[in-house]
């Protein structure tokens, strides 16, 4: 059984037992369970059910594993030639790491 899930403007394949990085959740502490409603579509073995916009009743279990997770970094530099013109700029994603305990549905 697997559902498709939207997670802060994001959409994830999320079966039990998974491990996912979704972007950073705020207030979100180690060990807190986190119930995400958007269901966008469910598999119950080769049941499917898709919702208009999303399924009644339908919703998966998280536990946060791991609060703040710092992505790679990501080096953004313009340049024009000829023009002494040059831009550094630069970011780090923010990540929570969470593992699906159950999709209900």
Do not use: W
């Amino acid at each position: 059984m697997y559902a498709i899930v939207e997670i802060n403007g994001q959409q994830f394949k999320a079966e039990q037992g998974m491990k996912l990085f979704v972007h950073h959740i705020k207030d979100a502490e180690q060990g807190q369970t986190v119930e995400f409603e958007k269901v966008l579509l469910v598999d119950n073995d080769g049941a499917v059910t898709v919702g208009a916009p999303t399924v009644e009743g339908a919703k998966v279990v998280c536990e946060v594993l791991d609060p703040l997770v710092k992505g790679d970094k990501v080096i953004v530099f313009k340049m024009k030639r000829r023009k002494d013109s040059r831009k550094k700029n630069g970011h780090r994603a923010q990540y929570t790491r969470v593992e699906i305990k159950s999709v209900i549905g």
